[in-house]
């Protein structure tokens, strides 16, 4: 056992020769050098564009089934069930929104105490100038 775990040191403790890659790969900054500085903008904005992504999807799906509850209730025709079935959907609608906002003041906050601007959405779509 001892003759396995010193050839797995010695593999894990190698140099590997990548070829002269820099950066962090096919995202578009592989003509970055590694730095800190470039490390933590280019994982800040990976995050800024995976949480403004989701926010725009959860968004969305807000306003398409709160409107879908709202013309439940429309077509209800007066029905106490079909009525009762739309004010569910529309107050589960509403809850999904809350949670949104409150993952996002999660995330917010979570930036913060890391010391990463998370929250960019505009900086990361638009210029991306938090790259040095």
Known sequence: MSLLKSIIKSV????IDVGGIKGIGPIGFETKDVSEATTKAQFSNILSSVVTTLTVVGGLAFVIYFTLGGLKWATAGGDKSKVEEAKTQMTQGVIGLVAIV???FVTGVVGGVLGI???NPFNTLFNNSSIP
């Open 12 to 15: 894990h403790a190698a140099p």
């Open 102 to 104: 409150a993952g996002l």
């Open 117 to 119: 601007d998370i929250l």
